[in-house]
């Protein structure tokens, strides 16, 4: 098999080749190995390679497995794999072996999947775009010269690239919609709980972050779905297995109330300016579900932005305070000595000044938004806005300037993380953090599921994806739409993408 008749076929095409006899496992594995060998020197989306523990592993994939052995490439975040490397996009652990695989893991295995190695994050996976210090930066494959987003920067930039059809990602504040939107992919982080996070973690974030991927098809990440959710055992919510993903697929959904919004609610606080590609691609999805026959009307989400904002920081500095006291558990390197960044020591340093009073106040208006959307939704079936302010960023355009890493560097003189924190320094986090993403966070804090759809691609060549919220739970609903929106806009005549090396 050719790299270019590979790059053609989703997951579950390249399954049905296999099935059918057209193909081996064997080529279509070894193709993908020299997609990735070919082209992740210049992409920099696959951090770590696994192949022949990979060809192990596939060499025992049952053949009426729903993807019958076809590649993927997991996260480096969360994703564990027993006894091989997991850095979470940092120094501090880049010899950390985690001593279990992850019920995703195992479940992604089961599937059919041959994971051929791990994807680019930023450290911790804490920013919307994928420029560690410790790792290669990834590019995107629509234009090198910008950021495929983050935190599943590597991921999209795989998929977008042709690596791999779909590549495991995950979303705390939007890491899977917002490298989608960046990379013309599409993405759904399902609802919460949907899929488990075991067995060495519970609910990453307080249930924030959930896994999936990202996906050129959408019958890829229904038949993904269909193959992973489900509690694991101990899990903290009781989210039985469902099925019926990739069924819903067969017919368009009855006609939907769909509220469309530019997120002014969510963007404002923050001094979000949006640019006027997202608003053309938020109106021509607007008109498309229209045509498709779904009600469609103009209609604000009832949220405060700034104090969404402010809840969701305040619960990020404070895990972020209990991330770094758990690697120095793991790797026995005092906090002081840990090799981070200086983004991530500073943000810390906040986080340890965090009242405990604060944090769960914080998640009380986690709550507070949860119910108000909960009754959008007895009005509206799904909620339309963007998923970011604008394209893609260039490569470094967001990351702290050096200037700024050593300002904050005065946070370790004592006293001053907690003076600032009481002079306002969320709100300025929340500005510089999430004024290009501000849409985003919402469905991570509700817990609703939400998906980036690749409708718009601007006059300069980057893509732009539009999001779609749905009430908590209802995936069928959302991905049914979604095959809907796929058939009619034919978005996958631009997937994968073609580039040129140098």
Not at 176 to 194: D, E, H, V
Not at 201 to 226: I, P
Not at 243 to 253: N, Q, S
Not at 316 to 334: K, M, N, Q
Request: charged fraction near 20%; charge should be neutral; hydrophobic fraction near 45%.
């Amino acid at each position: 098999m050719e790299i270019d008749e590979y790059r053609r076929h989703d997951a579950l095409g390249l399954a049905e080749l296999i099935r059918s006899g057209e193909v081996s496992r064997e080529e279509v594995f070894d193709t993908a190995c020299r997609a990735i060998e070919r082209d992740n020197p210049r992409l920099q989306a696959v951090v770590r390679m696994r192949f022949e523990r990979a060809r192990q592993e596939a060499g025992g994939v049952d053949p009426a497995a729903p993807f019958a052995g076809v590649p993927t490439l997991t996260k480096d975040l969360l994703m564990a794999i027993e006894g091989e490397p997991l850095a979470f996009g940092s120094a501090a652990l880049a010899e950390w072996k985690p001593p279990v695989d992850s019920t995703l893991v195992v479940r992604l295995r089961q599937a059919g999947l041959a994971i051929l190695g791990q994807t680019a994050t930023p450290e911790l996976g804490l920013m919307g775009i994928t420029e560690p210090r410790a790792f290669p930066h990834p590019i995107n494959p629509w234009q090198p010269s910008h950021s495929p987003g983050g935190s599943s920067g590597g991921a999209a930039a795989a998929v977008a690239a042709g690596l791999v059809p779909l590549a495991m990602a995950g979303d705390g504040g939007g890491s899977i919609r917002i490298p989608a939107s960046y990379c013309g992919l599409f993405g759904l982080k399902p609802s919460r709980g949907r899929v488990p996070q075991g067995p060495l973690h519970a609910e990453v974030w307080q249930g924030a972050v959930v896994e999936h991927a990202v996906t050129r098809s959408v019958r890829d990440s229904a038949a993904l779905l269909d193959a992973i959710n489900g509690m694991d055992e101990g899990a903290p919510y009781p989210v039985r297995r469902e099925t019926g993903y990739l069924a819903a697929l067969e017919r368009p959904p009855a006609p939907l109330r769909v509220a469309v919004s530019l997120g002014e609610p969510l963007g404002r606080p923050l001094g979000s300016v949006l640019d006027p590609e997202v608003r053309r691609a938020v109106e021509a999805a607007a008109g498309m579900l229209e045509g498709l026959g779904h009600h469609v009307e103009w209609a604000e989400p009832p949220i405060d932005g700034e104090r969404l904002a402010n809840a969701y920081l305040t619960l990020y500095l404070g895990h972020l305070t209990a991330d770094l006291a758990w690697i120095s558990r793991e790797t026995g390197v005092p906090v002081p000595r840990l090799d981070v960044e200086p983004s991530t020591r500073a943000i810390a340093r906040l986080g340890r000044c965090l009242p405990v009073r604060d944090y769960e106040l914080a998640k009380r208006d986690w709550n507070a938004a949860a119910r108000a959307m909960g009754a959008f939704h007895r009005r509206y079936d799904a909620l339309l806005l963007p998923v970011t302010a604008a394209p893609a960023p260039r490569l470094g355009e967001l990351y702290p300037p050096r200037v700024q890493e050593r300002l904050m560097g005065l946070l370790a003189i004592p006293g001053l993380a907690g003076l600032a924190l009481k002079a306002g320094m969320l709100g300025h986090l929340a500005r510089d953090a999430l004024s290009r993403t501000p849409y985003t966070q919402l469905a991570n804090l509700t817990g609703q599921p939400a998906m980036s759809l690749p409708l718009h691609v601007t006059p300069d060549g980057l893509p732009v994806g539009v999001q779609v919220i749905g009430a908590m739970g209802d995936e069928h609903r959302l991905l049914a739409l979604a095959a809907q929106v796929e058939a009619e806009a034919r978005w996958a005549r631009h997937l994968p993408r073609p580039w040129q090396d140098g």
